[in-house]
């Protein structure tokens, strides 16, 4: 059974920082492009970022780009999205995500994955 357990979410101030960390128990975890989604409630799945099989290449939604970072590890399974310069509109709940189709950016494109975290709470206060 496929799981992806993430962690690290949080309350904040703004122009703080969290970082969170997603365990995936995928056997071939490198063969996986993973990514990192969000929603609030009551709205739609927004894309935040995505990481290639190797690392090699990553992709940010422009709410995010400067500020977060994807980084992966194949040899732990594990992926995490550092989030800097926290602002109020990063208020989610988070998801971490693995696609095995397609490039990296084809997850922020079809918001599509197969298969999803649990979510964790990330609360950016003003």
């Known amino acids: 059974q496929v799981q992806l357990v993430e962690s690290g979410g949080g309350l904040v101030q703004a122009g703080g920082s969290l970082k969170l960390s997603c365990a995936a128990s995928?056997?071939?975890?490198?063969?996986?492009?993973m990514g990192w989604f969000r929603q609030v409630p009551g709205k739609e799945r927004e894309f935040v970022a995505a990481i290639s099989r190797s690392g090699g290449t990553t992709y940010y939604a422009d709410s995010v780009k400067g500020r977060f970072t994807v980084s992966r590890d194949n040899a732990k399974n594990t992926v995490s999205l550092q989030m800097n310069n926290l602002k109020p509109e990063d208020t989610a709940i988070y998801y971490c995500?693995?696609?095995?189709?397609?490039?990296?950016?084809?997850?922020?494109?079809?918001?599509?994955?197969?298969?999803w975290g649990q979510g964790t709470q990330v609360t950016v206060s003003s």
């Open positions: 995928l056997r071939t975890f490198s063969s996986y492009n």
């Open positions: 995500a693995a696609a095995s189709f397609g490039a990296a950016q084809a997850m922020g494109d079809s918001l599509s994955a197969d298969y």
